[in-house]
Nanobody, 115 residues
């Protein structure tokens, strides 16, 4: 069983920045496709950004140009740099890693954007 531990959430003012981190307890992290998802109260969980094992990325339209996903396979880590944050970015953010037959989620980290 792979454990994912997220950190970096918090309260930030509109226009501010946060960097989320996710560390995985697996020595084959490089083989996984990875991503960040978020869930706001009363809404379904949605994809924020994804970075494949090969490095290709894709983003939700709502965060393009503001968020950057990256990974460091040597550290078994996934990151999400969030800039120009808006109140509508408020949600619990989850990291996820997948490969055929395997699907793991982190416990989530709260991001709140408010003045």
């Amino acid at each position: 069983q792979v454990q994912l531990v997220e950190s970096g959430g918090g309260l930030v003012q509109p226009g501010g920045s946060l960097r989320l981190s996710c560390t995985a307890s697996t020595r084959i992290f490089s083989l996984y496709d990875t991503g960040w998802y978020r869930q706001a109260p009363g809404l379904q969980r949605e994809l924020v950004a994804r970075i494949a094992s090969g490095g290709s990325t894709n983003y939700a339209d709502s965060v393009k140009g503001r968020f950057t996903i990256s990974r460091d396979n040597a550290k078994n880590a996934l990151y999400l740099q969030m800039n120009s944050l808006k109140p509508e970015d408020t949600a619990v953010y989850y990291c996820r890693i997948t490969r055929p037959g395997y699907d793991y989620w982190g416990q989530g980290t709260q991001v709140a954007v408010s003045s």
